[in-house]
């Protein structure tokens, strides 16, 4: 069954603490990428990655941090330098320059 | 100025109605465009991709896109309760996507 999932779907964080959201895909996809959504905003691009150990900032990359070891995962540490991290976090696929597939999303609460 | 920028909504129709939604982007360089639908607390999900002037037609949504105008719409014709529903435009440039805020549907029985 092929697709993209997220984990954890729901994750609480506590002030000071690094936490890593998991994203992984089995559609042999390139690019991956990290979006940001906030309430009644669209989505804002953190990093993206569009093949194996090399990726690149986006928008509002800062006080977050990404690796690609795999082709098939890419998961996104926010860290205590992200002041506000409250947010919906969105992890998409796509073969290179085509259309974004999204994951279920990690809606991210701190305590 | 946004670089994509939607009507904002909410648009509030009846069932069987058309709804019509609009888009426009600053960057002339863009590539391709894309419109997504989000229900409430999930993802987006792709309705459908344009890259050409003109019309594009898949079942009750068709998108129009005017480069020179810089301008891409979302028609819904029929409109039904399921289709009540965020829906994000989205502007391709150098294989990134650049996002509008999105406008919310609903659609009333």
């Known amino acids: 069954d092929g697709g993209i999932t997220q984990s954890p779907k729901y994750l609480f964080r506590k002030e000071g603490q690094n936490v890593t959201l998991s994203c992984e895909q089995n559609l042999n996809h390139d690019a991956m990428y990290w979006y940001r959504q906030d309430p009644g905003q669209g989505l804002r691009l953190i990093y993206y990655?569009?093949?194996?150990?090399?990726?690149q900032k986006g928008d509002i990359a800062e006080g977050y941090s990404v690796s690609r070891e795999k082709k098939e995962s890419f998961p996104l540490t926010v860290t205590s330098a992200q002041k506000n991290p409250t947010a919906f976090y969105l992890c998409?696929?796509?073969?290179?320059?085509?259309?974004?597939?999204f994951g279920p999303g990690t809606r991210l609460t701190v305590l | 100025q946004k670089e994509v920028e939607q009507n904002s909504g909410p648009l509030s129709v009846p069932e069987g109605a058309i709804a019509s939604l609009n888009c426009t982007y600053s960057?002339?360089?863009?590539?391709?465009f894309f419109w997504y639908r989000q229900y409430s607390g999930k993802s987006p999900e792709l309705i459908m991709f344009i890259y050409s002037n003109g019309d594009k037609e898949d079942g009750r949504f068709t998108a129009q896109l005017n480069k020179a105008s810089q301008y891409v719409s979302l028609l819904i014709r029929d409109s039904q309760p399921s289709d009540s529903a965020t829906y994000l435009c989205?502007?391709?440039?150098?294989?990134?996507?650049?996002f509008g805020a999105g406008t919310t549907v609903t659609v009333r029985a």
């Open positions: 960057d002339r360089g863009s590539q391709s």
């Open positions: 989205a502007v391709n440039r150098d294989y990134k996507l650049s």
């Open positions: 990655s569009q093949i194996v150990n090399d990726f």
């Open positions: 998409a696929s796509s073969i290179l320059g085509d259309t974004q597939y």
